[in-house]
């Protein structure tokens, strides 16, 4: 079986959506070929906002990955789950949608030579992407969240904003933030996410929206077929030509573009003699192009929760998960009209960007590169992440209560540098991915005094006068129990970036130019978060996104699709 098109898309999560949802729409209207390794994703049963929380632990749309061991999380291999099917990521996120801060995409146009990726062009797409929905939750004041119209859009195909409902308690959380110090910001999404929020998320009336929504219906001139894997690409005289999936071949008359993501476009390449030599000949893949980056610079987002008991009478999320026939009696009325319980519980969050007063002042901080020092001191970039309402006890069973409130802590700007290699000649086997969480020495600081402020946070009266006792958490606020929890209870957050790194040709450790096009080869774009040269200070789905359309709009010059 053979079949041309005019470009074939490789992914079916927000990169490759987008790109293909763009090309598609382009007014000379070419030919597109979507191919998805998993499966359409087409249960509506998965789209249930308050379950955002466990979609996940479907294995049908869990890669399922994992690292090797990691010497400083207890040398455990940690969990990297990954999107499989229609809408990749966003399938089976936790649905936070933030799209980061201004200087991110600044940075991001400085490191590649180009203003495309400047903010305020990347805030045009994103608006043109969504549909925002921003009101908030009944009852919240606009004091808590008041997003401006011209920061938003409401006519794109990804739906975003905030639940109708929230449970009781998240007024009186922020407000407790407020009080011990954490300043407070009406949009995280302004492109200044400093302070503490109400979380903007990718679910709008009680349902997920995901990158399948980008291709749904599909038009006439975009071909999507799922349960195809790509195996590799066919390449002739350094220049790709299609696509080899499940023994059959797709050809491509303009371009082949990779959005399997940062652990999957890799794989891709290298099985196409496309990666670090030495890797290729043990292997005995025949060498097409030697790059050595291809599969480095990996980079990721890690966070760790920590579970305090409260005082009775605390939120009713604890009756209704205590109740499975509650939260069946909420399923059924769910499927009616996405109302209900299920559009509630687990469905609001607080997050918060903060800042550390005193970072420039550690050492690890003085020993980091000088244009390393001065991106992370830029006035929008944040050193860490809180999210509030954490629902830990789908993670940890042996929670002895469900009247518990759960804060989750992320750390930024992480300098650790994974990698993921070759580990067989055969392509249907994943890469060994080993993330080297936390040996940098930074990234350890930054662990430590981003706790340290949350421990300190649940210290102040406000929140502490409702406090029973810590559930789960560091044993003190020494560097040493810290970094204990961390090594135990670490979770990567699905935002893994950087392994086919977006530079200028000639830099080190760069596999794609600012166009995307894989440098050396003819025809052959990657264009997902392996591409993204900068670790987004967000929840990176809305960096993919517009990866992808950043992709497609430069395509649609090159080949004059206007």
Not at 369 to 376: D, K, W
Request: charged content about 20%; overall charge negative.
């Amino acid at each position: 079986m053979t079949s041309t098109y005019d470009f074939i898309v490789v992914g079916g999560g927000p990169s490759g959506c987008a790109i293909a949802s763009t090309l598609a729409k382009s007014p000379k209207k070419p030919t597109i070929l979507l191919l998805e390794a998993g499966g359409k994703n087409d249960n509506h049963n998965f789209r249930v906002d308050g379950q955002r929380w466990t979609t996940f632990f479907n294995q049908e749309m869990n890669w399922g990955y994992k690292t090797t061991p990691q010497e400083h999380c207890g040398n455990r291999e940690i969990d990297l789950p990954g999107g499989r099917g229609l809408g990749g990521g966003s399938a089976v996120n936790f649905a936070g949608y933030s799209v980061g801060c201004r200087d991110d995409y600044d940075e991001w146009a400085r490191i590649v030579g180009d203003d495309d990726f400047r903010w305020e062009r990347m805030q045009t797409r994103f608006k043109n992407l969504e549909s925002f929905n921003g009101e908030p939750p009944s009852g919240i004041d606009k004091k808590y969240a008041a997003p401006k119209a011209t920061d938003h859009g409401t006519s794109g195909p990804l739906k975003v904003g905030y639940a109708k409902e929230c449970v009781e308690d998240l007024t009186e959380m922020l407000d407790c933030f407020e009080q011990a110090g954490f300043p407070l910001n009406s949009d995280h999404n302004s492109g200044n996410p400093i302070g503490m929020s109400v979380a903007i998320s990718s679910c709008q009336n009680g349902v997920r929206s995901t990158a399948a929504d980008l291709i749904t219906p599909a038009p006439d001139n975009l071909t999507v077929i799922v349960n195809s894997l790509v195996q590799r690409v066919i390449i002739e005289n350094k220049k790709a030509i299609g696509v080899e999936s499940n023994g059959k071949k797709y050809f491509a008359s303009k371009k082949v573009i990779l959005c399997a993501g940062a652990l999957n476009s890799p794989r891709i390449l290298m099985h196409s003699g496309i990666g670090p030599a030495s890797q290729l000949t043990e292997y005995k893949i025949p060498i097409t192009h030697a790059n050595e980056a291809v599969g480095q610079n990996m980079r990721d987002h890690l966070c760790v929760p920590i579970v305090h008991s409260r005082k009775e009478p605390g939120s009713s999320s604890a009756s209704f998960y205590g109740s499975t026939q509650a939260m069946d009696a909420a399923m059924e009325q769910w499927k009616k009209d996405g109302t209900g319980p299920w559009a509630i519980h687990g469905s609001q969050a607080g997050i918060g960007f903060f800042k550390m007063a005193n970072i420039a002042e550690t050492k690890e901080f003085q020993d980091l590169p000088a244009e390393e020092q001065r991106f992370i001191l830029l006035d929008t970039v944040p050193h860490y992440e809180v999210v509030t309402h954490f629902p830990a006890h789908w993670f940890d069973p042996t929670l002895p209560t469900l009247n518990y409130h759960g804060i989750v802590t992320w750390y930024f700007n992480a300098q650790s540098r994974g990698e993921i290699t070759l580990q067989s000649s055969d392509p249907d086997v994943p890469l060994k991915f080993d993330s080297k969480f936390l040996t940098a020495p930074f990234d350890r600081r930054v662990a430590i005094e981003s706790l340290r402020a949350v421990l300190r946070f649940t210290e102040h009266e406000s929140y502490a006068k409702n406090t029973v006792a810590m559930l789960s958490g560091p044993k003190s606020d020494s560097d040493e129990d810290i970094m204990e929890h961390w090594s135990q209870k670490v979770i990567s957050s699905l935002h893994m970036t950087g392994t086919a790194r977006m530079g200028k040709p000639g830099d080190s450790n760069v596999v794609v130019d600012n166009n995307f096009r894989v440098i050396g080869i003819e025809g052959l774009c990657v264009a997902d978060l392996s591409a993204v040269p900068v670790l987004p200070s967000a929840h990176v789905q809305a960096a993919a996104y517009v990866t992808g359309i950043t992709c497609a709009e430069k395509l649609v010059k090159e080949f004059g699709l206007e």
